[in-house]
């Protein structure tokens, strides 16, 4: 059988993956739907840029139309194959999708069925380890505020990871109306636990130094700002402003 040149040739794509929304994203494609990313999504890269987005609402964990787990798969398998190869960027509850996926199908990685691969994740303040807000439902009951119990976000065996490197990017900006019920140092949504990759909830005030990480979970040092987060540049910016320190990182770590 004879192959093309085109299909020979490997293609580097950026895989985005957005956290809790108010709004359906619903799409496999290369548009932002419903405009999550807004102009951090434009990225100095070549890379091509493809967008994971399902309903903001539902159980990252959910399988099935407009889920998180059905259209990263999707993604994933339409673009991530080799020869191709994909970096993610995901934020908030889109790490907690990502994280889940690559811990109960750790497979797709190392099988020849599937070949997915996968350079590395840049988990951005992560909710991957829950938040105490939706602990006490300080949010609408759905599908995502139910998963986001640090309970049901822990459930899961997060030290496996399909062997990839889940770099996380914790942000420093607690506003005083959540911090009362956030332990240690936080965004105003996830705490440094979740943020920063811990593998047990705490009082955590530094994101580099304070306990341990799951496995395969690493803080983004990158100019560590080493007292509060995993970077100057997540110093003193909360939940949603730390989608600017990941586009800004991306492009300095590749030469822009």
Known sequence: MGFSVSELV??????????????????????DVNDYWKSDKNLA???????????GKSDPREWGSCRAQSNLW???YNNC????NCKIICHSAGCYAVDYFFSTYPS?????????????????AAATGGSELANMAFWEGNGMVYALKTGNARAFNHNVTGGIGMWHL???NGWWYTAAFLPGEDDGAVSYHSSCG??????YNQCLYNGTNWSNHYVWIDSAQSKYTSSKQGYDRDHG?????AREIWNRTHGY
């Open 198 to 203: 811990k593998n047990s909830t705490g009082n």
């Open 74 to 76: 999707t993604v994933l």
């Open 45 to 55: 890269t070549s890379y091509q840029r493809i967008f994971v987005g399902y309903d």
């Open 108 to 124: 797709v990685t190392s099988s020849s069925s599937y070949n997915i691969k996968i350079n590395w994740v840049m988990d951005v």
């Open 10 to 31: 490997a293609v580097e794509k950026t895989i985005f993956v957005h956290g809790r929304s108010d709004k359906n994203h619903c799409g496999t494609s290369t548009t």
């Open 170 to 172: 914790g942000g420093y």
């Open 241 to 245: 402003q730390m989608l600017g320190t």
């Open 81 to 84: 194959r080799a020869p191709n």
